[in-house]
């Protein structure tokens, strides 16, 4: 793999990515877990609350160090720019399933934690997709405004998630004069 040419035009930087990604993949799948099944004694002293917010920020730790040390090893060797949009996916769609994930368990433990349109019998999916919606529209900074955070526990997430994407498209311009584009 220290061979540019291999990682180029091999599944070598396939390979390379998702064996550093399944930690940050492990963790963010272990933290939803645990924000879903909280137990239900610490939902009155808001202890629950502060952990998915705490989680949030143990997510975010190593999503942001699977970027940084993602990067610079795909420019480092490769510079092609269909590697670089490939690991953007891949984190945009981590830090989205992530907070929609954060979201939910929010959800659970306060339906009242977001102004949303769910009806008070809706199934576990549709809530899931509600906020991965809404998780997808605060990422691209669109805002709608059908679904809003009304504590500061779900506003504290929707910042994060803000500053997350701003973290990342700061990192992804900064380094953009190094990209390649690929004409074969």
Known sequence: ???????????????????????????????GIIDIWLPPIFRERGIAQ???VLFALVKIYFLVRFSFDQLVKIIGNSHLLSHILVLFALLVSLIMFSFAIDFWALHILDSNSFKTDL????????????????????FSSVGYGDIVPMDVFSKTL??????????????????I????????
């Open 1 to 31: 793999m220290s061979d540019t040419k291999d990682l180029e035009h091999t599944n070598a930087f396939y390979t390379q990515l998702f064996s550093k990604a399944w930690k940050t993949i492990a963790v963010i799948i272990v933290v």
């Open 50 to 52: 502060f952990s998915i």
């Open 119 to 138: 009806n008070q019998g809706s199934h576990a999916i549709e809530i899931f997709f509600e906020y991965l919606y809404f998780s997808t529209i605060t």
């Open 158 to 175: 929707v910042m994060l998630e803000v500053a997350l994407r701003f973290f990342v498209l700061v990192f992804g311009i900064a380094n």
């Open 177 to 184: 004069n190094r990209i390649h584009v690929n004409n074969k």
